[in-house]
């Protein structure tokens, strides 16, 4: 009788739980890198401000050190990128802004070292936590669905903070980021001049049936998505299947590149591969594998990703 009732109970409470990460995932605390860089950020070639929203959103705006030095990422990127044949403006220069928007259980300092490499081509970088990440008040997160303004609001909240022109701009999501970054280029008046969109995925729903499936099987897996699903709008108000990029991307109207590694182990390469494909065929748009690369490490294996992605903003942010 009691291996009966755990029984009974192991797939609600598993469903609680799994719910309960994604609408609540646990946050991610400042590293020792993070320290490290924002205590002495000139060492890698960046000049690091922070200001918070108007709703409380925290935020790091990274801009080229002025005096043109480059931190060691910063050097290895434009020698990639001299190598692709492309001019590049002196370092310390400024050719536009991009928003970088992080993924699930990460948080904006984590894309420091992202935003090193981007500023040594001649790119601002704005930096923002996502509700339930970070330092951001917000407790619950909806994978873009109530997140999407976000972006262009911290653009043009800094624009007016720091005395900049806020276009031409472009946006980076990563996974759940990527999510928020589709909602943001719909949004009315989105301006975004470019979209890179990294290990994201169509729908939630379509992942949770992909990792509840590995786990218990195609008939299993299948009651145990829903169940996850049923949990999540009973904390969060919102229906899991709203999460729905594959919806949204074919009233993109500018250039997208879409990148995703080919061993991803928790969004399968279909999942971005429908999304890419149903891009509109009116716009500029490509399709990058990272050989090899698992969910957590697309932005970190060997092979030159930085490169491609600076390549695309290159040619498509500035004015």
Not at 155 to 177: R, V
Not at 180 to 199: G, T
Request: include cysteine; proline fraction near 8%; hydrophobic fraction near 45%.
């Amino acid at each position: 009788m009691l291996g009966a009732v755990l029984l009974l109970l192991v797939p609600p409470l598993a469903g609680w739980w799994v719910a309960d990460q994604l609408a609540h995932p646990p946050r991610r605390p400042l590293q020792d890198y993070h320290r490290e860089f924002l205590a002495d950020p000139t060492a890698h070639g960046v000049v690091v401000k922070s200001f918070k929203g108007a709703d409380g959103t925290p935020c790091l705006v990274c801009e080229p050190d002025p005096r043109g030095v480059l931190g060691k990422r910063g050097q290895t990127i434009r020698v990639q990128l001299r190598a692709k044949g492309l001019a590049l403006a002196a370092p310390g220069s400024l050719v536009g802004t991009l928003v970088l928007v992080h993924g699930r259980r990460s948080r904006k300092e984590d894309f420091l070292p992202i935003a090193e490499r981007f500023c040594a081509v001649g790119f601002r970088c704005l930096l923002l936590d996502l509700p339930a990440h970070g330092e951001h008040p917000g407790d619950t997160a909806f994978f873009g669905v109530k997140e999407g303004h976000l972006p262009a609001m911290v653009l043009h909240e800094a624009a007016a903070k720091f005395g900049f022109n806020p276009e031409p701009a472009g946006i980076l999501g990563l996974s759940m980021g990527g999510a928020v970054s589709v909602r943001a280029a719909v949004e009315k008046d989105a301006p975004w001049r470019a979209v890179v969109l990294v290990s994201t995925f169509d729908t939630l729903d379509h992942v949770l049936r992909f990792q509840t499936s590995r786990w218990a099987g195609d008939w299993l897996g299948s009651v145990w998505s829903r169940l996850n699903g049923w949990f999540y709008q009973r904390q969060t108000q919102m229906e899991i299947t709203a999460v729905d990029s594959i919806a949204l991307v074919p009233k993109i109207q500018c250039p997208v590149l879409v990148a995703h590694g080919t061993s991803d182990s928790v969004v399968p390469m279909d999942c971005d591969r429908r999304l890419y494909e149903a891009l509109p065929s009116g716009i500029e748009k490509r399709w990058v594998e990272i050989p090899g690369a698992d969910h957590d490490n697309a932005l970190s294996t060997d092979f030159p990703i930085y490169a491609e992605l600076a390549e695309w903003m290159l040619r498509h942010v500035p004015r």
